[in-house]
């Protein structure tokens, strides 16, 4: 039986904050996280090849026959006939970068080893569509839930739209089983709408295509969600919001403004917290990378706010365009904060302090039992190396 290995590629480091927390497959973009449109495609279990502080919850299970993807390609049509292609011993290669292989080693990640020549090379001589920075999940989103949605619905038949809403548009809308939706209005004119198992879309709402809500979140009443906007499994959505990714299990749940942005597991924007996503003289906007240590430009004209898992914001924050927002960082106070917050940071624009460790498990153990959840000893391993790993980005 082949086994589906997805690699963290060289895009690792550029996907922090994001990546500390998960191998890069486990980022979404579109209705299903990288790992899951390729295990959808191909029909195969994924597991990882990860940094080794994650491998205790993301574990490679290895064969006889082993076909390696780079975690950070999306998968098309020609991409995924080229790796099918592939016999044992060859690679697939865009220039110089190792985008897949076959293996009948026990050790798969020899192919990753720099310089080694992995049997047959083959040319990919076709633009690959790849996440590289963070940004790219909302750029690439709207694009992503329309082939997710082609891929989730063909051939299968939606709830009826219940009586009251009203849908504008000539691209379709998916209710899932248990879907909820009152008297709302949705427009697909230029996209599709897809809502999740057991979601709740509330009334008084507006959503626009292409829009993706995961099972078992909710859209509160009166929220105006526009178009190329996505959502993880329980995420609860209010205010206005626009192009952005939720990775899941968040709160976005009272008014304020959500623009060009991403954001984490176990998050919580606290009410009228509001994203710049637009510079006043229209430049380009930087933000934060960490390999470089240095701010460096998205050539996007529209990018806001970037936040890791399990931070959180108090009630009237204001980002500032660009804003990365690292791990368990809690912001809270009056004007704007620091561009970069480090992870593990307390405070705000009158300045931070660092976040202590014990009482910021404390906080999620709690969080994460309101959604049935508890943190495991693998998750909390894992927050541990990452408040080690970021304490040279606290200075303070």
């Given at each position: 039986m082949t086994r589906l290995i997805l690699f963290d590629g060289p895009y690792r480091e550029h996907l922090l904050p994001l990546t500390y927390t998960r191998p890069v497959s486990e980022l979404r973009t579109g209705i299903l996280t990288i790992r899951e449109k390729w295990e959808k495609i191909l029909?195969?279990?994924?597991?990882?090849?990860?940094?080794?502080?994650?491998?205790?919850m993301y574990p490679c299970s290895t064969g006889s026959d082993n076909l390696l993807i780079s975690a950070s390609l999306l998968p098309d049509e020609r991409l995924v006939n080229e790796i099918r292609a592939l016999k044992t011993g060859e690679s697939l290669y865009a220039g110089s970068t190792f985008l897949a292989g076959r293996t009948d080693a026990g050790n798969p990640d020899i192919l990753l080893q720099p310089g080694r020549k992995n049997g047959k090379e083959k040319k990919y001589?076709?633009?690959?569509?790849?996440?590289?920075y963070p940004w790219d999940l909302f750029v690439m989103n709207g694009e992503e839930i329309e082939?997710?949605?082609?891929?989730?619905?063909?051939?299968r038949t939606s709830l009826p739209l219940?009586?009251?809403?009203?849908?504008?548009?000539d691209h379709p809308l998916f209710l899932e089983e248990g879907a909820v939706m009152e008297y709302c209005t949705v427009n697909t004119r230029s996209g599709p709408v897809y809502i999740g198992n057991n979601a709740v879309v509330s009334e008084g709402s507006m959503i626009r295509g292409p829009f993706a809500l995961g099972d078992r979140s909710e859209v509160r009443m009166g929220a105006r969600i526009y178009?190329?906007?996505?959502?993880?499994?329980r995420c609860k959505l209010a205010g206005e919001i626009v192009s952005s990714v939720i990775l899941g299990y968040s709160n976005k749940s009272h008014e304020g403004f959500l623009g060009h942005s991403v954001v984490g597991e176990w998050c919580n924007l606290g009410a009228d917290t509001n994203t710049s996503n637009l510079k006043n003289n229209y430049a380009s906007v930087k933000v934060w990378n960490y390999?470089?240590?240095?701010?460096?430009?998205?050539?996007?004209?529209?990018?806001g706010l970037?936040?890791?898992d399990h931070s959180k914001s108090g009630i009237n924050t204001m980002f500032n365009t660009g804003t990365v927002v690292g791990v368990f960082a809690n912001i809270f106070g009056d004007g704007f904060p620091r561009n970069f917050i480090p992870s593990f940071s307390w405070g705000g624009a009158a300045g931070f302090q660092v976040y202590n460790l014990e009482k910021a498990l404390e906080v999620a153990r709690i969080v994460m039992r309101r959604r049935d959840r508890e943190l495991t000893g693998e998750e909390e391993s894992v927050l541990r190396h990452v408040f080690s790993q970021t304490t040279r980005f606290r200075k303070f």
């Open positions: 029909g195969l279990r994924a597991s990882w090849l990860a940094f080794p502080y994650l491998q205790s001589e076709h633009p690959v569509r790849e996440i590289r082939r997710d949605f082609r891929l989730l619905t063909k051939g219940p009586q009251g809403s009203r849908m504008l548009g178009e190329n906007t996505s959502t993880g499994p390999p470089a240590e240095r701010f460096i430009s998205t050539g996007l004209q529209m990018c970037i936040m890791g």
